[in-house]
């Protein structure tokens, strides 16, 4: 039985947290795209109507949702792996499919000119830079 308060125990309690994490931001936010397409289209295309992106909104909807539910479920099975088998690798994809999903949010903030927008997406970089590092740990 692993000490949690070790640093192994505190490694793996930090592997959990933040694959759980993941799997509830990017599984939440994929899984509203699906059943909200119309909605969120709409709003991308006056989010983006003045960018050089304009002409491309569904197909960045498509594939961003792409990223977010495989984000999601990779960090939510990585997840149940890291709890019951101590195995932090499907985790550890599903935090680096997380980030690469966070850089493309973070450039359609930026080619829309919505500075605040694309500053609120820092921490959740950061703690998925984290979490890829925690996740490749033993």
Known sequence: MLALHTAAGATYLMQIF??????VLF????IDKIV???????????HFAKSPLAGIVTAMLTTITILEVAAGALSAVGCVF???????????????VSAVGIIALFFGQR????????????????????AIYLLAQP
């Not at 890291?82 to 985790?91: C, E, H, K, L």
């Not at 080619?111 to 984290?130: I, N, Q, R, S």
């Open 27 to 30: 599984l939440q936010s994929g």
């Open 82 to 96: 890291v709890i019951f088998s101590r195995d932090s690798t499907v985790a550890f994809y599903g935090a680096i």
């Open 18 to 23: 933040a694959s759980g994490f993941l799997a």
């Open 36 to 46: 909200d397409r119309r909605g969120n289209l709409e709003w991308l295309k006056g």
């Open 111 to 130: 080619m829309a000119k919505d500075y605040a927008g694309a500053a609120v997406l820092v921490p959740y970089f950061l703690l998925t830079v984290v």
